[in-house]
């Protein structure tokens, strides 16, 4: 298959071009940030951090609500920059992208300080003794945030105004091949009155994320590829900055027998073609129960068949083109590959041939099995592939025959037959009868396990990793010795064999048979 040559992303100048995929024409130039020029920016972000530490989480939220009114008001114009400079339909930048933001913004700023509250911990019969235990949580201070190009408004804003509302300032590298929108986030901030170096934005490429791990920023929140997640783990680890690695999947959909059909049908097709499979949790498995597979997979095909494919700033646009020529590679090497290995293609298959940009027609495959490269390996792209299963055990056994862990979706009536299969899947998102959506929520975790990644985002969850929990102990009564101290003789050795029989059984009960020994140190002769 012949693909397009758009002209190279990265050119020899310190600039990077944004391109629009779906008509190959320049949409402007950023910089290409420097070692030197990241340094300088985490130096002024770590300046800027400490008098914005210090400000209440409602002083923050005042900002972050401001950038919010502003996001509202131009979504149109941001929608249009997003659609331009991803390909994607402008009306999935709405609803994928400024939706989410615009929700995390809102309960961020209003939610922060209350799930960051001191916490007071139960320390049992320490408790009895006059201790107490608390943990405050601290910013951690500059927080690097590495995002790829697929989400590029949503995925880095979310994490932006987390970080921004735990106490921290950013320092911010966006996908190389999607600078603009990054700027426009930056620019969105600094007119709601954020201070200056609290967001920086350094545009560049893989050397500038690099560069921003070296300048030793307190915490990396990387999100992208399994392979660039590792370099950056590694890199990371020279310095013991602690990474949260939010990375690809391989996510399946279970539809059983007793699914509502026709909806599942619809789900399998959002999940697997919106922002042309171009997501972390796109559906990129499919696996349905024989006795309902013929149907469903006529619906899948109609549903298809039915999508309309063209420049995503057109309102009628269901399926945008692909953001880069690498990804659309990948999807038609994987497409041919599994052809060649006896898959049939029920729709799609190739590029779209009245379509001049990077487009690739929403697929979907049969005859498919895990020996070929589109059952294993991440595609991100508009491709479906439709297995069958016999029962329950086979359903959890294939879902789980991944490298991957990211998102995974069962389709039922019956919600405690759901339960039970999603509480068997590995992946750090398992919903029933819903697809993809979840990283919309707010307040909700976010994260893989095996390859997709470690850590959290968004939720509780994610807006502690943002943050330095530390243990405040205090004892009240400050006027006696504790049992354990100098001086140890044959009573205390006594005293602390009782301790280890009663004491360790959190008995208050147990413990009190002690009491006579324990005045006595604590009073008498020690
Ligand atoms: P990528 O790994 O190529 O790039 C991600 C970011 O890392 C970019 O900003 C890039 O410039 C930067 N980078 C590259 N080399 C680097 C290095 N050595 N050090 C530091 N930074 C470096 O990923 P991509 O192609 O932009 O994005 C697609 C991938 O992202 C897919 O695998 C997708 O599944 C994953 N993704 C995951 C999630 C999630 O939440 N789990 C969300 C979106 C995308």
């Given at each position: 298959m012949s693909v397009q040559t758009l002209p190279s992303q990265v050119e020899q100048s310190r600039e990077i071009v944004s391109y629009d995929p779906a008509t190959g024409e320049e949409l402007g130039r950023a910089t290409l940030c420097s070692p030197e020029a990241v340094k300088q920016a985490v130096n002024r972000a770590r300046t800027a951090q400490l008098a914005w530490a210090a400000l209440s989480f409602r002083q923050r939220a005042r900002i972050i609500l401001r950038a919010r009114k502003l996001m509202l008001s131009e979504r149109d114009e941001i929608a249009r920059l997003v659609s331009r400079e991803t390909g994607k339909?402008?009306?999935?930048?709405?609803?994928?992208?400024?939706?989410?933001?615009?929700?995390?913004?809102?309960?961020?700023?209003?939610?922060?300080?209350?799930?960051?509250?001191?916490?007071?911990?139960?320390?049992?019969?320490?408790?009895?003794?006059?201790?107490?235990?608390?943990?405050?949580?601290?910013?951690?201070?500059?927080?690097?945030?590495?995002?790829?190009?697929?989400?590029?408004?949503?995925?880095?804003?979310?994490?932006?105004?987390?970080?921004?509302?735990?106490?921290?300032?950013?320092?911010?590298?966006?996908?190389?091949?999607?600078?603009?929108?990054?700027?426009?986030?930056?620019?969105?901030?600094?007119?709601?009155?954020?201070?200056?170096?609290?967001?920086?934005?350094?545009?560049?490429?893989?050397?500038?994320?690099?560069?921003?791990?070296?300048?030793?920023?307190?915490?990396?929140?990387?999100?992208?590829?399994?392979?660039?997640?590792?370099?950056?783990?590694?890199?990371?680890?020279?310095?013991?900055?602690?990474?949260?690695?939010?990375?690809?999947?391989?996510?399946?959909?279970?539809?059983?027998?007793?699914?509502?059909?026709?909806?599942?049908?619809?789900?399998?097709?959002?999940?697997?073609?919106?922002?042309?499979?171009?997501?972390?949790?796109?559906?990129?498995?499919?696996?349905?129960?024989?006795?309902?597979?013929?149907?469903?997979?006529?619906?899948?095909?109609?549903?298809?068949?039915?999508?309309?494919?063209?420049?995503?700033?057109?309102?009628?646009?269901?399926?945008?083109?692909?953001?880069?020529?690498?990804?659309?590679?990948?999807?038609?090497?994987?497409?041919?590959?599994?052809?060649?290995?006896?898959?049939?293609?029920?729709?799609?298959?190739q590029r779209a041939a009245n379509l001049k940009g990077l487009f690739y027609e929403p697929t979907i495959l049969t005859g498919v099995d895990h020996r070929m490269a589109?059952?294993?390996?991440?595609?991100?792209g508009p491709v479906l592939p439709v297995m069958t299963f016999k029962t329950d055990d086979e359903a959890v056994e294939l879902a789980n025959d991944s490298v991957y862990g990211l998102t995974a979706s069962v389709w039922t009536r019956n919600i405690a037959r759901g339960r039970r299969i999603a509480e068997r899947i590995e992946a750090g998102t398992v919903m029933v009868n819903e697809v993809v959506y979840t990283h919309g929520i707010a307040q909700t975790p976010w994260g893989g396990v095996k390859d997709s990644g470690y850590g959290r985002t968004h939720g509780r969850m994610g807006l502690l990793e943002l943050v330095s929990p530390r243990h405040i102990h205090v004892n009240r009564l400050s006027f006696l010795p504790d049992l354990w101290w100098f001086r140890y003789s044959r009573q205390a050795g006594r005293l602390f064999g009782g301790l280890a029989r009663r004491f360790t059984t959190g008995s208050l009960l147990h413990t009190s048979l002690l009491l006579p020994q324990i005045i006595r140190r604590l009073f008498g002769r020690r």
């Amino acid at each position: 298959m012949s693909v397009q040559t758009l002209p190279s992303q990265v050119e020899q100048s310190r600039e990077i071009v944004s391109y629009d995929p779906a008509t190959g024409e320049e949409l402007g130039r950023a910089t290409l940030c420097s070692p030197e020029a990241v340094k300088q920016a985490v130096n002024r972000a770590r300046t800027a951090q400490l008098a914005w530490a210090a400000l209440s989480f409602r002083q923050r939220a005042r900002i972050i609500l401001r950038a919010r009114k502003l996001m509202l008001s131009e979504r149109d114009e941001i929608a249009r920059l997003v659609s331009r400079e991803t390909g994607k339909p402008a009306a999935e930048a709405v609803s994928m992208e400024i939706v989410p933001t615009l929700d995390a913004m809102h309960y961020f700023a209003h939610a922060s300080e209350n799930l960051l509250r001191p916490q007071k911990i139960d320390i049992g019969q320490y408790g009895m003794m006059g201790r107490s235990s608390r943990i405050v949580f601290k910013p951690l201070g500059v927080i690097g945030i590495i995002s790829p190009w697929n989400f590029p408004l949503a995925t880095p804003a979310d994490e932006v105004v987390m970080a921004l509302m735990a106490g921290n300032a950013v320092v911010l590298k966006p996908s190389e091949l999607t600078p603009l929108i990054a700027l426009k986030i930056g620019e969105l901030f600094s007119r709601a009155g954020l201070p200056e170096g609290l967001l920086e934005i350094v545009t560049g490429d893989g050397t500038t994320g690099a560069a921003l791990i070296d300048a030793r920023v307190d915490k990396i929140m990387f999100t992208g590829s399994v392979a660039t997640g590792k370099r950056v783990a590694e890199a990371a680890a020279k310095y013991l900055t602690p990474v949260v690695l939010e990375l690809g999947g391989k996510d399946p959909m279970i539809v059983l027998e007793d699914a509502d059909l026709a909806n599942a049908a619809r789900g399998a097709v959002w999940g697997a073609f919106a922002n042309a499979g171009q997501a972390c949790a796109s559906v990129e498995r499919c696996y349905v129960q024989e006795a309902i597979a013929p149907r469903f997979i006529e619906q899948v095909v109609a549903e298809t068949k039915a999508l309309k494919q063209g420049v995503g700033t057109d309102e009628a646009v269901d399926i945008g083109a692909m953001s880069n020529e690498r990804q659309l590679r990948i999807v038609a090497e994987q497409v041919n590959d599994a052809q060649q290995h006896g898959a049939r293609v029920l729709t799609g298959g190739q590029r779209a041939a009245n379509l001049k940009g990077l487009f690739y027609e929403p697929t979907i495959l049969t005859g498919v099995d895990h020996r070929m490269a589109i059952m294993r390996d991440e595609t991100f792209g508009p491709v479906l592939p439709v297995m069958t299963f016999k029962t329950d055990d086979e359903a959890v056994e294939l879902a789980n025959d991944s490298v991957y862990g990211l998102t995974a979706s069962v389709w039922t009536r019956n919600i405690a037959r759901g339960r039970r299969i999603a509480e068997r899947i590995e992946a750090g998102t398992v919903m029933v009868n819903e697809v993809v959506y979840t990283h919309g929520i707010a307040q909700t975790p976010w994260g893989g396990v095996k390859d997709s990644g470690y850590g959290r985002t968004h939720g509780r969850m994610g807006l502690l990793e943002l943050v330095s929990p530390r243990h405040i102990h205090v004892n009240r009564l400050s006027f006696l010795p504790d049992l354990w101290w100098f001086r140890y003789s044959r009573q205390a050795g006594r005293l602390f064999g009782g301790l280890a029989r009663r004491f360790t059984t959190g008995s208050l009960l147990h413990t009190s048979l002690l009491l006579p020994q324990i005045i006595r140190r604590l009073f008498g002769r020690r």
